[in-house]
């Protein structure tokens, strides 16, 4: 069974910076597409940056590009999200997600549509 499970979420000013963890088990790490999608109150999910694993393709969404860096550590089986110069805008709960990346690959036409395994969540509060 494929769990995945996030940390690092918490309340920061604006301009300010988290990282969140995502470790994932039940799974063959090199095969998976990982990274995040965030929800923030009101609004649908979106996605927010993938990685692929066994080559370390690297997708951001224009809002979080430059200001958002998505890592893997294999050995650790963890995806890490580092975050700076937060902004209210950010403020959401923020999902690991994860998917088998060849079946990713066939059924999406953008990186961001749709994910087969989600985290609980973890809450990011961006206080202006």
């Known amino acids: 069974e494929v769990q995945l499970v996030e940390s690092g979420g918490g309340l920061v000013q604006a301009g300010g910076s988290l990282r969140l963890s995502c470790v994932a088990s039940g799974l063959t790490f090199d095969d998976y597409v990982i990274g995040w999608f965030r929800q923030a109150p009101g609004k649908e999910r979106e996605g927010v940056s993938l990685?692929?694993?066994?080559?370390?393709?690297?997708y951001y969404a224009d809002s979080v590009r430059d200001r958002f860096t998505i890592s893997s550590d294999n050995g650790k089986n963890t995806v890490y999200l580092q975050m700076n110069s937060l902004k209210p805008e950010d403020t959401a709960v923020y999902y690991c997600?994860?998917?088998?990346?060849?079946?990713?690959?066939?059924?999406?036409?953008?990186?961001?549509?749709?994910?087969?395994?989600w985290g609980k969540g973890t809450l990011v509060t961006v206080a202006s």
């Open positions: 997600v994860a998917n088998l990346f060849r079946e990713w690959l066939l059924k999406n036409d953008h990186p961001f549509e749709t994910m087969n395994y």
């Open positions: 990685i692929t694993i066994s080559d370390g393709t690297i």
